[in-house]
């Protein structure tokens, strides 16, 4: 059986790492929960908006969970991809726009 | 014109047309080697085993399974090629029923209910003896699907009845998905007819909710901000107006657990049913105040229980021998299907329960 560092199964376990630091864990998932709580901002935007920074993580469980959680919440396919391309934009924007401090070092090195 | 989605599991002759199977499967895999309690388990962690039915609200009667739609989620296998369909004589049988009932609501289903031959008289009849809510759950496609339902908005109005109508998504796409190509844009002309002569306004007491079930394997979000997309999403796209919306979770039975089956999302969706249980939702589950009449007369603690061919435990069996007073207090025949009913804010005909 091939053995992968990822294991869908173990989103469901996301709740024990309560158990070996228990304070702490309470806390982080008593601050989750608010903040995807409705507030100025609805419940579905956070989502849409934790669906694009799961992306530019890389996470895959949170890829899958805000997958679902926007499903749940009514957001269509088109929504969940162009909330994504939100988070490529701001990836390769940040990526490009140290291409400044690539120039100016160019301009100072060699201009 | 729509174009049917797929045929009924009975139509298939799959395995799971056979309620047996159905309920080896709920019963076996992760709920048997213990990786997820049985729901009997689960609820005796809150002292709610046995459930117990309370006193009689809603008489549901299901007046056959055939249907001019194949929706691929569909719980009661309905389709064209589904025959069973109730007789006049049942019916009147319901009917004495009504008379004595101490229900508030009559709620009829289907497959498409007005499809029964004797939709119409038993409507009329019923109304003339006076039931607080008088139900008709309308797939709405029926009204645009042949000249003789044409009228039906119009036959609704005249009988005061309480329109409660499928939508699973504002979106076209999403919602033939389920239902079939063409469902969308037939139900949105439904609608508008509906919300012509009356149905859905503000204020009006010509009642129109819509009930919306997730189009895959996951739970339904929040009603109430459900309801708010859906109002300004058909307002805004169609100028349609409607007052609540129910949302109801997919039970795992029927052709839904064919589609979890084959799309390998069973047990995920088992999961999610299971983390989500909500023992609030447990106290007002619809089987504990509903009784399910099936299209043959025989009772059932709730439409899924039908399905699933599990009699109410009680020695009244039939509409015929009908006593309310035996019913009252009856054990709930349950099974793993029912953490449809107890996720999250719960699940019932009526939307949530919690």
């Known amino acids: 059986m091939s053995k992968t560092y990822y294991d869908p199964a173990d989103l469901r376990k996301f709740g024990k790492i309560t158990e070996w630091s228990e304070e702490l864990g309470n806390k982080f998932f008593e601050y989750y929960g608010k903040v995807f709580e409705e507030g100025a901002l609805s419940a579905r935007e956070k989502s849409l908006i934790a669906l694009a920074v799961a992306h530019t993580e890389q996470c895959p469980y949170c890829i899958d969970a805000y997958t679902k959680d926007g499903l749940q919440r009514g957001v269509t396919k088109e929504e969940m991809m162009e909330a994504i391309h939100v988070g490529a934009a701001i990836k390769s924007g940040a990526t490009l726009v140290h291409g400044v401090q690539m120039m100016n070092k160019v301009n100072k090195l060699d201009g | ?354």
Request: proline share 4%; glycine share 6%.
């Open chain 2, 1 to 354: 014109m729509t174009k049917l989605k797929t045929q009924s599991l009975k139509k298939r002759q799959s395995d799971l047309a056979n309620t047996n199977k159905q309920l080896e499967i709920l019963s076996n895999g992760i709920f048997q080697n213990g990786e997820l309690p049985k729901f009997k388990d689960k609820i005796a962690e809150t002292n709610q085993f046995p459930l117990k039915a309370k006193p009689l609200e809603i008489l549901q009667i299901n007046v056959g399974y055939m249907c001019n739609q194949v929706c691929e989620h569909c719980h009661v296998d309905a389709g064209p090629d589904r025959k069973e369909i109730m007789t006049r004589e049942t019916m009147q049988q319901i009917l004495d029923v009504v008379k004595t009932t101490g229900a508030h609501t009559l709620d009829l289903t289907g497959g498409a209910p007005e499809m029964n031959p004797n939709f119409r008289w038993f409507v009329e009849e019923a109304s003339k003896i006076g039931v607080k809510d008088f139900i008709v759950r309308s797939n709405l496609t029926i009204i645009r699907a042949n000249k003789k339902y044409y009228d039906l908005p119009e036959f609704f109005k005249k009988h005061n009845i309480h329109v409660v109508s499928s939508m699973p998504h504002w979106t076209r796409g999403k919602t033939d998905k389920q239902r079939g190509e063409g469902v969308f844009d037939m139900s949105i002309k439904a609608l508008q007819e509906l919300n012509a002569v009356g149905y859905g306004i503000p204020g009006s007491n010509l009642k129109l909710d819509l009930v919306y079930n997730p189009s895959g394997a996951f739970l339904p979000g929040d009603q109430a901000a459900m309801e708010k997309d859906f109002k300004n999403a058909l307002m805004e796209d169609f100028s349609i107006q409607f007052h609540n919306l129910f949302a109801i979770t997919n039970l795992p039975i029927s052709r839904f657990l064919d589609y979890l089956i084959a799309s390998e999302n069973y047990e995920d969706y088992m999961y999610s049913l299971v983390e989500a249980y909500n023992p609030m939702a447990v106290e007002n589950v619809m089987c504990t105040n509903t009784l399910s009449v099936s299209w043959d007369g025989y009772l059932f603690d709730c439409d899924f229980n039908q399905m699933l061919e599990l009699p109410v435990n009680s020695k009244v069996k039939h509409i015929s021998d009908y006593n309310e007073e035996l019913l009252e207090g009856r054990n709930i025949v349950i099974s793993q299907h029912c953490y449809g009913c107890t996720a999250g804010a719960g699940s019932s005909c009526q939307g949530t329960v919690a």
